[in-house]
């Protein structure tokens, strides 16, 4: 993909052909269950940067001041000048704090979503105009190629938002063990992760009371409708999101209101009332959880900065 000035676009158009796949495969399971990857088309990007503004949402705010508030000593840790790879970037709101503090050689944005990718680019272009862009429309459940630079500076992965709370215990495992090899020796990784809590403070952060979340996960059906042919009746579903505490995770669910059949291409799939699609964890760590599963992963817990609540994580991991 082509680009401008410092700006360049890397990778390929995604979903790739295996959506259709995927959706199939789901749909067959006893417990029906979409990819969240998914939910993130440009209508999903837009409704997820909205959900980040909600007041029952606190993991965005949270993030945000805790990284403000520790800038200095995350900048020390980072090292100024480094390489700074960044997945599932979105847009790239947390990394221009970063990036003031770090000026990075150069700043690699991989992300799903290419609208959100874009988008983020532009700004990121007129904010940095001296910052080389190089960004990657890219899913990083699967093995990609990262532009190289070649520089002296460290690699520094930087994963924000709690996405790794949306990832399997194996998915995130492998995903460390990806990003371990990706900086090398020397190399660092700064994780935001959300912490267990209030039940309650979860439950109301997933169910908000104007409804954004339930409108992004049911944007899947509409994206499933539009792009393989489906004809789900987006109103005979619900949005059903709950605390499961012996998972430790908060569960997204898309719940059928009645006895339903519904056909994605050339299949047809059967829902009894209440019968769900699970579409998204959102795993909740403690301290200690977030670090054993980091060891794991191949990296050393060297920082951790949290906030006075105990609501988020920030963690400053380096190569074992
Ligand atoms: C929870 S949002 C976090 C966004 C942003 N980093 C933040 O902290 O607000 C997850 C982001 O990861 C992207 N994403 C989700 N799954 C992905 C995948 N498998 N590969 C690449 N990007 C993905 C989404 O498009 C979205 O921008």
Redesign the pocket.
Known sequence: MAGTGLVSFHGSA?PPDNFLEDVVAGLSLPQKQL???Y??DAR??EL??AI?SLPEYY??RA?ISLTRQHIAEIARFAGAGCELI??????????QILIDALAPVAYVP????ES?LRAAAAQLAARFPWLNVRAVV?????PMAIPAFGGPGRKVVY?????IG?LTREEALAFLRMTRGQVGPGGAMLV?VDLKKDPNLLHAAYNDAQGVTARFNLNLLHRVNAELGGDFVVAKFAHYAFYNAPMGRIEMHLASLERQMVNVGRHRFSFAPGESIHTENSCKYSIEEFQALAALGGFCGEKVWQDAEGLFSLHGLVAA
């Open positions: 995604v990819p969240p990857k939910f993130y999903g990007s997820f940067e980040c993991p965005t993030e960044e997945y599932g970037s979105g847009a790239s709101t947390k990394s991989v992300d799903i979503s959100a890219g899913d990083f459940g699967r994963f924000p938002g709690s996405t949306n935001g």
